[in-house]
Every structure is written in structure tokens, then in C-alpha cells.
């Protein structure tokens, strides 16, 4: 987490808080993206009890 808290720093510094904004924008979808992935791949992987479990992808 530190890491990406530097990274975001050293961009407000280089480029400007919009574009901050805007990186730390476009990361958390990615991550959400990546998040709805992994439940669906994992709920239709999973038979039966795997639905309780989803959280663990």
C-alpha cells in the first residue's frame, strides 16, 4: 500500500493533482474490474458451497 501512496505522490508532484485524480480514478477500476472477475470466475468455478467463500478468490 505504501508503494502506491508514493507513486501518487510523486505524481500529484510531477503532474498535478488532476492528473492524481484521474490515475487514482482509472486504478480503482481496474481493481474493482479485476475483483468482479475473480467472483464470477470463481462462482461459476465453485459447485455447491463455493458461494459462501467468494471473498477468498
Same mark, same amino acid.
Given at each position: ?10 505524481a ?10 484521474? #490515475?487514482?480514478? $482509472?486504478?480503482?477500476? #481496474?481493481?474493482?474490474?479485476? $475483483? ?9 468455478? #465453485? #459447485? ?10
Amino acid at each position: 500500500m505504501v508503494p502506491i501512496l508514493l507513486v501518487l505522490l510523486l505524481a500529484i508532484i510531477l503532474f498535478g493533482v488532476g492528473f492524481a485524480v484521474k #490515475a487514482l480514478w $482509472w486504478i480503482a477500476l #481496474a481493481v474493482l474490474v479485476v $475483483w468482479l472477475l475473480g467472483f464470477l470466475f470463481r462462482s461459476t468455478s #465453485a #459447485a455447491g458451497g463455493g458461494r459462501a467463500r467468494w471473498y477468498r478468490w
